[in-house]
């Protein structure tokens, strides 16, 4: 298979109600490979690899789902429970698998809730979000419902350059 077939394909796999009903792309106008060279860019901005905000979500996404729907406080710094941390997860458990639109996974559905208590910023991560982003650098396109921005995952978790 070419490459131009190849990514032909990747577009029609996240395209609304090939692999969900919403799709992966929002209804951003560019293509995934458009959305990935951007995210790229953004993160060379910041000094950060994908690895770098996959892990502090991955993190957050497996206290949450083993706290069994309670919302979880977390210290920002340690990533780990704390009844004074401002950071605050919840999961939402929902029935079912999604397929990776890379091809290379099933994922379980729900999503968890991160919400930043000092400035009441709200992130919603999925078990397929966090891969994608490890994985491939896909943080989906805008305005994807599950579309998350580098620069918001940065700022909750105190990496990168300091925002001027």
């Given amino acids: 298979m070419t490459q131009d077939s190849n990514e032909s394909e990747l ?8 692999l969900c009903l919403e799709g992966f792309l929002g209804t951003d106008p560019r293509a995934a490979a458009e959305i990935l060279a951007a995210d790229r860019a ?21 206290l949450a ?10 210290g920002r710094a340690t990533l780990r429970p704390d009844p004074a941390g ?5 999961c939402r458990e929902a029935m079912g698998r999604i397929v990776c639109p890379f091809d290379d996974g099933l994922f379980p559905k729900g999503e968890v809730e ?17 891969h994608l982003i490890a994985e491939h650098g896909f943080y989906q396109g805008r305005p994807s ?15 990168g350059p300091p925002e001027r």
């Fill in 145 to 159: 419902r599950y579309r998350l921005e580098p620069r918001d995952i940065a700022r909750m978790f105190g990496l």
């Fill in 42 to 62: 953004a993160l060379d901005a910041m000094g950060l690899t994908h690895r770098d905000l996959a892990e502090p979500l991955r993190t957050v996404l497996d």
């Fill in 114 to 130: 991160l919400l930043d208590g000092r400035t009441g910023e709200c992130l919603t991560v999925t078990p397929l979000s966090v």
């Fill in 65 to 74: 789902m083993t706290a069994c729907g309670r919302a979880v406080r977390l």
């Fill in 86 to 90: 401002d950071l605050s997860a919840t």
């Fill in 11 to 18: 577009q029609r796999r996240m395209a609304p109600g090939a």
